[in-house]
């Protein structure tokens, strides 16, 4: 069913991103970063979302906000051009958005799929890119370091060619793009801003859409 | 005499209603002269950009059995040209589906699974063309009911009939049927803004129902060709 592949597709795509938000600009290898991890308990940043499509002659700017606790809670919130919020706490993965019956619960039936996704979020949120079944990561180095998360799968990779992730230079923790290619002239651009780490977020901010 | 049952009775005034309401649609329908009769002509097109325009829509799309969707889609539409091209994606910006209609050819440059069945992407691009195409079949026929709205109705290629209906409030409704009891697509447009409506209730009937609602996030007219990236943004400073 459409609203089964949708969501799993959505919440994969987010779960990436803020994970790779989460893990960029620490250690120079991968057993650096894993230990890096660790110092991370919280996050809390706003963003916004700059899709770039050969039709669109500007991208189309979505924006929200994101949070995340340690484990693997995660709150991952548009506030334009949609309402809509993606919670995943304790196991449990819900989306709500906003439509003509106001802001409800997706119907989707796509528990199975979510948690392949939160699965993936546990590994990542550990730094533990390397032993994901779904992406293979690549560190470069050079004039500007880079995370680059490949998809294993044929399935995930007819969706995105590649993620680019541009750890800031400037700020542990912080990061300049993350970049996610689907194919020539279509990708999609993130930027945080106002990024707080190991602030203390309510449990309420996981478990609530309100 | 015998009595007719109640059931019967029910049955029987249950056929009349539809039937009075399907005459609702009754009106003395005149055809149209493109030499004589252009003002009412535009009128019949009005609900149709008439030069290059994108649109940027929030899609909420519900299937029978009350699963739901939301996504974005963006349409450019050449009147001009008779092309049409459409994306849609999710709210996280992941594209589902590409395609391009240019008169009688489609072609599809990106589909993802469940949307790269080749029957979505010929029903897809037909109700796009519903939506923002006027209709090719020359001299409409043209009618106003009894409540002011403006009738004009089109021939389709497959011999189903497609009324475009102008309310005098300029809200407007296109509807396409086999018979008044076949319908085969709906679309109520309100909110306008100039002739752009800001709210779109889609109703499809086959193959399977479903219903779209969509909300104008952004129309702009389109001039030239359209450039992926604006400098400064592939160096990732936006």
Redesign the interface.
């Known amino acids: 069913?459409?609203?089964r592949?949708?969501?799993k597709?959505?919440l994969l795509?987010?779960a990436i991103?803020l994970i790779c938000f989460g893990l960029v600009g620490w250690g120079e290898t991968w057993e650096d970063i894993r230990r890096d991890s660790s110092d991370i308990v919280s996050i809390k940043a706003e963003f916004?979302?700059?899709?770039?499509?050969?039709?669109?002659?500007?991208?189309?700017v979505?924006q929200g906000r994101f949070y995340f606790q340690k484990p693997d809670s995660i709150r991952w919130e548009?506030s334009t051009?949609?309402k809509?919020i993606l919670l995943m706490h304790k196991g449990s993965v819900k989306r709500y958005?906003q439509?003509?019956r106001g802001l409800v619960e997706?119907?989707?039936?796509a528990l199975s799929s979510m948690q392949v996704v939160v699965q993936e979020i546990g590994l990542w949120s550990q730094g533990r890119f390397t032993e994901s079944d779904h992406f293979q990561a690549e560190l470069t180095g050079g004039k500007e370091r880079k995370f680059i998360l490949t998809p294993r799968e044929k399935?995930f990779a007819?969706?995105?060619a590649r993620i680019e992730i541009?750890p800031s230079t400037q700020q542990k923790g912080a990061i300049?793009?993350v970049?996610?290619v689907?194919?020539e002239?279509?990708y999609?651009?993130l930027?945080f801003t106002n990024v707080k780490m190991n602030e203390k977020i309510a449990e309420s901010v996981f478990r609530d859409a309100s | 005499m015998k009595r007719k049952a109640p059931a019967a009775r029910l049955f029987f005034l249950g056929g009349l209603l539809v039937l009075l309401a399907s005459c609702s649609h009754l009106a003395e329908m005149k055809k149209l002269n493109p030499a004589t009769d252009q003002v009412l002509l535009d009128v019949c097109g009005s609900p149709y950009v008439k030069t290059p325009h994108?649109f940027?829509h929030?899609i909420?799309?519900t299937?029978s059995g009350?699963?739901?969707?939301?996504?974005?889609g963006?349409t450019?539409v050449d009147p001009g040209r008779q092309v049409l091209?459409s994306?849609l994606?999710?709210?996280?910006?992941?594209?589902?589906f590409?395609g391009q209609s240019n008169g009688a050819t489609l072609s599809v440059n990106?589909a993802?699974?469940?949307?790269d069945k080749e029957s979505f992407a010929q029903n897809m691009m037909d109700d796009v063309r519903l939506l923002f195409q006027a209709p090719a079949s020359p001299d409409p026929e043209h009618g106003v009911l009894k409540d002011g709205t403006t009738l004009c109705r089109f021939k389709g290629n497959t011999g189903e009939t497609l009324d475009v209906l102008i309310h005098p409030d300029r809200t407007w409704k296109i509807e396409t049927y086999v018979t008044p009891f076949q319908p085969l697509r709906e679309i109520m447009a309100s909110k306008l803004t100039g002739n752009i409506p800001g709210d779109i209730a889609f109703q499809g009937y086959t193959p399977r129902v479903y219903t779209l609602?969509l909300t104008l996030?952004s129309a702009e007219p389109?001039s030239g060709e359209?450039?992926?990236?604006?400098p400064g943004?592939e160096t990732?400073n936006?």
Do not use: C, W
């Open positions: 069913m459409i609203t592949h949708n969501v597709k959505q795509t987010a991103l916004s979302q700059y899709k770039h499509l050969k039709i669109l002659t500007k991208p189309l979505s548009y051009p949609v809509s958005t439509g003509s997706d119907a989707g039936g399935a007819a969706m995105i541009i300049k793009s970049k996610i689907e194919s002239g279509n999609t651009l930027k | 994108r940027v929030a909420e799309a299937f009350g699963r739901s969707a939301t996504m974005l963006v450019v091209h994306v994606m999710t709210l996280e910006g992941l594209v589902l590409d990106r993802v699974a469940p949307f609602h996030i389109v359209s450039s992926p990236t604006e943004e990732n936006e």
